[in-house]
């Protein structure tokens, strides 16, 4: 029977976005370090070997995935474990004995910004490798072996990365889920039927010239009552909401060649200097130098 936080799940999944910062694999000899770095997002895959790290939550499942057998805290992650960290904090790892990681950083888009407020941190999955095969494997050759510097992709290389890097995020996040992991009550914070909507719309069209009374009665909700429920559930309000949407739009469109111009009027802005300026404050630079 289909768990009952995959359907609100698929919907958030499917809005998910990623741009990857790096993509390292790193060999790790016996009692060396590995850290997530605070404010970032970071998903670490245990190639080999075993590392020991501060006390997270795990599960795991049975051989043929029939529900949890084992769930509680752990402090060391064998081969085939995921760990997927928001940047709450820092976080440190030391290979118990030699050992090998792919680590992957990324910047997730606005509507992932739920994330943040509905996952644990970190996000733990010791038998990862036994739940999806698959993604494993395609884990397990991610990154170069001989460098820890971020890869610097050619061509269309920074497509297959990023592609990669979301299906392999997005496959962890419902590995965590099909596995029974999820916290009770998980479902109901992951979708809202009143918010889910408006969201949709927004990612849809996001030039249209929103106002908070299209919105709210997209939410079938008052205006007030949709702004207190769209920060109380979001993290923002809903013109920040749409400002971050048409931020990150406005990346893609530039990064494949647009003009400032073209891309500031399918986004809904009257002039390209309100364009820029806002661009400018969201990314620290102009949009004329983004590539």
């Given at each position: 029977?289909?768990?009952?936080?995959?359907?609100?799940?698929?919907?958030?999944?499917?809005?998910?976005?990623?741009?990857?910062?790096?993509?390292?694999?790193?060999?790790?000899?016996?009692?060396?370090?590995?850290?997530?770095?605070?404010?970032?997002?970071?998903?670490?895959?245990?190639?080999?070997?075993?590392?020991?790290?501060?006390?997270?939550?795990?599960?795991?499942?049975?051989?043929?995935?029939?529900?949890?057998?084992?769930?509680?805290?752990?402090?060391?992650?064998?081969?085939?474990?995921?760990?997927?960290?928001?940047?709450?904090?820092?976080?440190?790892?030391?290979?118990?004995?030699?050992?090998?990681?792919?680590?992957?950083?990324?910047?997730?888009?606005?509507?992932?910004?739920?994330?943040?407020?509905?996952?644990?941190?970190?996000?733990?999955?010791?038998?990862?490798?036994?739940?999806?095969?698959?993604?494993?494997?395609?884990?397990?050759?991610m990154g170069e072996a001989v460098?820890?510097?971020?890869?610097?992709?050619?061509?269309?290389?920074?497509?297959?990365?990023?592609?990669?890097?979301?299906?392999?995020?997005?496959?962890?996040?419902?590995?965590?889920?099909?596995?029974?992991?999820?916290?009770?009550?998980?479902?109901?914070?992951?979708?809202?039927?009143?918010?889910?909507?408006?969201?949709?719309?927004?990612?849809?069209?996001?030039?249209?010239?929103?106002?908070?009374?299209?919105?709210?009665?997209?939410?079938?909700?008052?205006?007030?009552?949709?702004?207190r429920r769209f920060r109380e559930?979001?993290?923002?309000?809903?013109?920040?909401?749409?400002?971050?949407?048409?931020?990150?739009?406005?990346?893609?469109r530039l990064a494949r060649g647009?003009?400032?111009?073209?891309?500031?009027?399918?986004?809904?802005?009257?002039?390209?200097?309100?364009?820029?300026?806002?661009?400018?404050?969201?990314?620290?630079?102009?949009?004329?130098?983004?590539?």
């Open positions: 029977m289909q768990n009952t936080a995959t359907a609100p799940l698929g919907t958030l999944l499917e809005s998910i976005d990623v741009v990857v910062t790096t993509t390292t694999r790193v060999a790790l000899p016996q009692g060396r370090r590995v850290v997530t770095p605070a404010g970032a997002v970071t998903l670490l895959y245990v190639v080999s070997g075993r590392l020991r790290g501060d006390s997270a939550t795990s599960c795991e499942t049975g051989p043929n995935h029939a529900g949890v057998v084992a769930r509680g805290h752990v402090s060391e992650f064998p081969a085939g474990s995921a760990i997927l960290t928001m940047g709450a904090v820092p976080l440190e790892f030391t290979a118990a004995n030699d050992a090998e990681v792919v680590r992957v950083g990324v910047e997730l888009n606005e509507a992932a910004h739920r994330l943040r407020r509905i996952l644990p941190d970190p996000l733990t999955i010791t038998d990862f490798s036994r739940i999806d095969p698959a993604l494993a494997s395609l884990a397990s050759n460098s820890p510097a971020p890869i610097v992709a050619a061509g269309g290389g920074e497509v297959v990365c990023r592609l990669m890097a979301r299906t392999l995020l997005i496959g962890v996040l419902r590995a965590w889920v099909s596995a029974g992991c999820a916290p009770s009550g998980w479902a109901a914070r992951a979708a809202d039927p009143h918010l889910d909507p408006v969201i949709s719309a927004i990612h849809s069209d996001p030039g249209r010239d929103w106002s908070l009374d299209a919105l709210a009665s997209l939410g079938a909700m008052s205006r007030s009552a949709f702004s559930l979001v993290g923002s309000s809903p013109g920040q909401y749409i400002t971050g949407v048409r931020m990150e739009d406005a990346k893609r647009a003009s400032v111009t073209q891309t500031s009027r399918e986004l809904g802005y009257a002039s390209d200097e309100g364009f820029s300026r806002a661009f400018r404050r969201h990314t620290g630079v102009a949009p004329s130098r983004w590539e």
